[in-house]
């Protein structure tokens, strides 16, 4: 069992920066890969960014690609999101998952995922 904590999210406006944290314990963390989800009100979640459990191979939304930055750190059993030139779209609760996964795989689908944060707010104002 793995607990997700995602923290970071606020209000910010168009073009700035936000980083976004998820801290993972009860388990060991590097044997997971982890990704970053989002949804908006009425909207589907969606898939946002991807990385291997060694940090070693990421993955991002065309949509993100560029300005969104996904990394790791396995000593700190945190996962980040590093979000620069916001856009008021980007506006919605952000989600972190993991997978137990030592293939060095990333994955894109929330079906893919064993585990799930709570979420954090991101709202990008205009």
């Known amino acids: 069992q793995v607990q997700l904590v995602e923290s970071g999210g606020g209000l910010v406006q168009a073009g700035g920066s936000l980083t976004l944290s998820c801290a993972a314990s009860g388990r060991t963390f590097s044997g997971y890969a982890m990704g970053w989800f989002r949804q908006a009100p009425g909207k589907e979640r969606e898939f946002v960014a991807a990385i291997s459990w060694s940090g070693g191979v990421t993955y991002y939304a065309d949509s993100v690609k560029g300005r969104f930055t996904i990394s790791r750190d396995n000593a700190k059993n945190t996962v980040y999101l590093q979000m620069n030139s916001l856009k008021p779209e980007v506006t919605a609760v952000y989600y972190c998952?993991?997978?137990?996964?030592?293939?060095?795989?990333?994955?894109?689908?929330?079906?893919?995922?064993?585990?799930w944060g709570q979420g954090t707010q991101v709202t990008v104002s205009s």
């Open positions: 998952a993991a997978r137990l996964s030592y293939s060095g795989s990333y994955y894109i689908e929330t079906r893919q995922y064993d585990y």
